[in-house]
């Protein structure tokens, strides 16, 4: 896909071993409309990179209405829905959360918040492929600056 192409570009120059993780989906993977995009997408960007690895830190037990469909966006209760999977980051020097939508932030939020409580002494970086603004006009009061 294009967004691993791009993942890869942007990865492949990290100079520190870092574990790549994605913002789970909505859908636990029990669910028939699971979708495990992310997934794939990190699998391919790291395809024979040594330095990043993907690695799965969030699940989620029971679905949830996603985001973009008028689920919940604050990120506590985001994160109290997923199970944290207790990754061994023991040999890594960062960790890459990726998104496919950056709608509000929540979720990425959720993301970091969440591995902060298990880990708390590692750089964490984001990277979004795509964003959505809520808001049709957020550079509406934007004229003053």
Do not use: Q
């Not at 967004?3 to 636990?28: D, H």
């Not at 699998?43 to 996603?66: D, N, R």
Request: aromatic letters at 8%.
């Amino acid at each position: 896909t294009t967004f691993s192409i791009e993942l890869r570009s942007i990865i492949s120059k990290l100079k520190v071993k870092t574990a790549l993780t994605w913002i789970p989906s909505s859908k636990a993977k029990d669910d028939p409309e699971y979708d495990d995009r992310l997934y794939r997408v990190a699998k391919i960007a790291c395809h024979g990179l040594e330095k990043v690895i993907p690695m799965e830190f969030f699940s989620l037990e029971e679905s949830v209405t996603s985001l973009h469909d008028g689920g919940i966006r604050n990120p506590e209760t985001i994160s109290g829905k997923w199970k944290y999977c207790c990754p061994d980051t023991i040999n890594f020097s960062g960790i890459c959360i990726i998104d496919d939508v950056l709608t509000t932030g929540a979720s990425m939020r959720a993301a970091m918040d969440k591995i902060r409580l298990h880990i708390c002494d590692l750089p964490i970086i984001g990277i979004v492929w795509a964003l959505a603004i809520d808001d049709p006009n957020p550079f509406e009061d934007a004229a003053d600056i």
